[in-house]
């Protein structure tokens, strides 16, 4: 039987590449998927098979990248890549940050994102279509292969890049697993956000790593949620918080609450209030991820001051709430939180 010709080069399995192989030794396996996924190699640049193997390896498992281009801020610590899509043209973006003690790579899960949160570039673009699990690797691999240039190990990922890594939840998985088992970083280093998408937490739960969970909340009450978080109106805080006990129990992980601080909107006392309030109802209780709110073309209002975010932290932390702020990075090339939209238009809010 051929070789599946169809399949990417980071969605092939081991059992593909052994079809292509055919009845090649064992070993030829190993050091191509070494080649893939432990020295972040293309087929070509792998010199322990053949140059004739390495050319059968290229044509039949094709990448599914095409880098347009990459944009450098923080003084090169941060890169955003904006890829293409080579079956569509459809466009994504991936975040690598480079600190002193590790490396983080923000992934894509969707080109574009359905979920319609106002304040977010990519939810204002629309939805287009979901990615493969391949398509989420290579943008891990790529940032890996980056990262080893510098000496530098990529040591975490976080699916918090375009799209809604749970209404994608069997290709995040299959990516999860695939990063988790070949590229060995642990389940411990990879988050998966979501704006709570209960059965996909529900089914997460279930899965067999205990990765992080992360929870786009923004909001602790229905009524400011509904208009922050539209998809709020299906899934309500209520429902949302036994769906996040239910992941507790199963993986006793402590989960984060991202939280995207809007001037006048969600910075209030009651808003710090609300929110601890949801966090103690936790065990353990909720982390909180402050993040002010990064400029987008069709959001017109602001994020909270830094004193503000400060005083929002403190009260916080003085209602007995683990919080931190998080720092922004690449805001000025718009690789910040929120800021993703693969240079796609946007619908302007009247908000």
């Excluded at 970083?185 to 529900?202: C, D, E, K, M, Y």
């Excluded at 990765?211 to 949302?240: F, G």
């Excluded at 065990?283 to 400060?310: C, D, F, M, W």
Aim: charge should be neutral; proline fraction near 4%.
């Amino acid at each position: 039987m051929a070789a599946n010709l169809t399949v990417s080069r980071y969605d092939a399995s081991r059992e593909d590449i052994a079809e292509l192989l055919g009845e090649g030794p064992n070993y030829r396996l190993d050091q191509i998927w070494r080649g893939l996924y432990v020295d972040f190699q293309a087929p070509l640049e792998i010199t322990t098979i053949s140059k004739d193997l390495r050319a059968k390896v290229d044509s039949t498992f094709k990448a599914s990248l095409i880098e347009v281009s990459s944009s450098v801020s923080d003084r090169g610590d941060t890169t955003k890549f904006l890829w293409q899509l080579v079956d569509g043209g459809y466009k994504i973006e991936s975040v690598l940050m480079h600190y002193a003690e590790r490396a983080t790579v923000c992934v894509s899960t969707q080109a574009g994102c359905a979920m319609a949160c106002g304040f977010c570039a990519t939810g204002q673009a629309g939805f287009n279509r979901q990615l493969t699990a391949g398509e989420i690797v290579e943008q891990v691999v790529h940032a890996a292969r980056t990262s080893a240039a510098r000496n530098q190990r990529l040591a975490n990922v976080v699916f918090m890049g375009m799209g809604e890594p749970l209404a994608n939840e069997e290709a995040v998985w299959q990516a999860v697993t695939r990063i988790h088992d070949a590229i060995g970083i642990s389940a411990r280093h990879l988050t998966i956000s979501t704006v709570g998408i209960i059965p996909g937490i529900n089914t997460l739960s279930e899965r067999p790593l205990p990765v992080n969970l992360a929870v786009s909340l923004h909001a602790a009450r229905n009524d400011l949620r509904d208009s922050l978080v539209p998809i709020n109106k299906r899934y309500p805080i209520e429902d949302l918080m036994q769906a996040c006990r239910k992941y507790l129990q199963k993986k006793n992980r402590r989960i984060t609450f991202e939280w995207a601080l809007i001037g006048g909107v969600n910075d209030t006392p009651r808003d710090a209030r609300e929110l601890a309030k949801l966090c103690q109802s936790l065990k353990p209780s909720a982390h909180v991820n402050l993040i002010p709110l990064n400029p987008t073309p069709g959001y017109p209002t602001i994020g909270t001051t830094q004193e503000g975010v400060r005083e929002f932290a403190d009260q916080l932390i003085d209602l007995g709430v683990n919080a931190t702020v998080r720092r922004n990075r690449g805001t000025d090339i718009d690789a910040a939180c929120g800021q993703l939209a693969a240079g796609q238009p946007v619908t302007i809010s009247s908000r």
